[in-house]
């Protein structure tokens, strides 16, 4: 049976240039023409998300600023001139100064807490194999799934047992156990991305497990750190479901519950821009940290994709 050969080649003629084969001429064209409109696109999405964001926080405060006539007459116009009242009658009439020095010794004490046990349970888990390790890790990853409004009864009971109802180191106490899972999964999965190498070099040179991992692991986890704390503070200072099953003192009471009673009684007694003021008092701080921390926040969250 005969095989048949394919043709030679025919050599190119002296002084004549071999085209090579290449795209179409119009390929790139439309590729840019598709990669503009799907940019623009994307862009113009961004604006309007950026706007349905912006635009409350920015009315909220211009508000906060406004006469209660001002507030219905022209609710969308600047304010005539700045009412710094409003603010003053929200931090002394409103009892906000109360409610803020709570918010910041309970959310101050639990992230503390959080952060110190959380990171020291993660390292463990992520650097150390023991009997139960998996069990452990999955343990707090099931907490993560476990509904809060299941636990309000026994938690109640069992606050009450421990007579730390109505108390603020109660509260860090129930705030810390509430935000340990989700700090232990996301700890463990930074520090399984941080170099073994400096830890067991730490080691040979004598440093115990507790010095390394204070002094050298943990520096390390910095941006992890960061990034799970800034989560933690925000689910903390907005929690209103625990401290009003918790804390029934309203002497102790917090923000969230703070700006509820504010809104019954500022909404009987007329005094809108005083409402405003209160819950403009309570947002800012969320959003200057986050304004502060934003780098390392994704700097944590990209870390062990960097890796």
Known sequence: ???TEPPAP???ESGTAVAKAGPPSGAAPRKAKEGGVLNAFSHGILI???IM????LVWAV?????SDGAIFGSPWALPDKLHFDNWARAWTDAHMSEYFVNTVLVVGGSLIGTLVLGSMAAYVLARFDFPGNRFIYYLF???MSFPVMLALVPLFYVVNNMGLLNTIHGLILVYIAYSLPFTVFFLTAFFRTLPASVAEAAFVDGASHTRTFFQIMLPMAKPGLISVGIFNFLGQWNQYMLPTVLNTDPDKHVLTQGLVQLAVSQGYKGDWSG???????AMLPVLAAYIIFQRQVVQGLTAGALK
């Open 53 to 56: 964001v912006v635009m409350p």
């Open 62 to 66: 211009m508000t906060s600023f406004k």
């Open 10 to 12: 025919v050599p190119a």
């Open 1 to 3: 049976m005969k095989t």
């Open 141 to 143: 990853v099931g907490g």
């Open 48 to 50: 309007i998300w950026a």
């Open 275 to 281: 409402l405003f003021a209160g819950l403009v008092m």
